[in-house]
Nanobody, 120 residues
Framework: QVQLVESGGGLVQPGGSLRLSCAAS????????MGWYRQAPGKQRELVAV???????NYADSVKGRFTISRDNANNMVYLQMNSLNPEDSAVYYC??????????????WGQGTQVTVSS
């Protein structure tokens, strides 16, 4: 079993900052990539940022220059520093991991999501 647990969401004013954290645990052999997606009401889930084991990072165009993804590989964690937030960033943010389990099975896993609301 693999679990992803997010934390750090909440309510913030426009222009403010939040830092999301995600911890992966369980029968993990190797994490190939970890990242963040978001889903706003009535919209499809979209990629926010992802970082591979090799250090390749991809950001959605809408967050470039404002959000920063980082990983703590030793502790199977990923972070998302979000600055200059605006109401369009309001969504449920989901942690995602592409990994190999101890049984050598490759799988894609999701956290339960954390709400980010940007409002004055």
């Amino acid at each position: 079993q693999v679990q992803l647990v997010e934390s750090g969401g909440g309510l913030v004013q426009p222009g403010g900052s939040l830092r999301l954290s995600c911890a992966a645990s369980g029968s993990i052999f190797s994490i190939l990539a970890m990242g963040w997606y978001r889903q706003a009401p009535g919209k499809q889930r979209e990629l926010v940022a992802v970082r591979t084991n090799g250090g390749t990072i991809n950001y959605a165009d809408s967050v470039k220059g404002r959000f920063t993804i980082s990983r703590d590989n030793a502790n199977n964690m990923v972070y998302l520093q979000m600055n200059s937030l605006n109401p369009e960033d309001s969504a449920v943010y989901y942690c995602n991991a592409d990994l190999l389990t101890l049984g050598a099975a490759r799988g894609n896993y999701w956290g339960q999501g954390t709400q980010v609301t940007v409002s004055s």
